[in-house]
């Protein structure tokens, strides 16, 4: 089995910064690409950032320039640091990981979500 285990959300002032990380851990023979996600009450579940294997990075237009993904592929771990951050990135966030598994199978997995609130 894999665990996708999520940190570092919390409260910040509108302009501030947080930095988030997802460690996966269990029976992982490689990670491919790793993502975050986002979603805010009543609204559905959208992509953030993407990042592959080899470093390559997608971001959401609502985030670039402000939002940069990045991952230790020796600690199976994606980050994501937020920057001048607004009041509607308010959300829980949710990473997701592409994993092929020591059996040899690939399946995606899900963290189980770190809330973000922006407020003053």
């Known amino acids: 089995q894999v665990q996708l285990v999520e940190s570092g959300g919390g409260l910040v002032q509108p302009g501030g910064s947080l930095r988030l990380s997802c460690a996966a851990s269990g029976s992982i023979l490689s990670i491919n690409a790793m993502h975050w996600y986002r979603q805010a009450p009543g609204k559905q579940r959208e992509l953030v950032t993407s990042i592959t294997s080899g470093g390559s990075t997608n971001a959401a237009d609502s985030v670039k320039g402000r939002f940069t993904t990045s991952r230790d592929n020796a600690k199976n771990t994606v980050y994501l640091q937020m920057n001048s951050l607004k009041p509607e990135d308010t959300a829980v966030y949710y990473c997701?990981?592409?994993?092929?598994?020591?059996?040899?199978?690939?399946?995606?997995?899900w963290g189980q979500g770190t809330q973000v609130t922006v407020s003053s």
């Open positions: 997701n990981a592409d994993v092929t598994r020591y059996d040899g199978r690939r399946y995606s997995y």
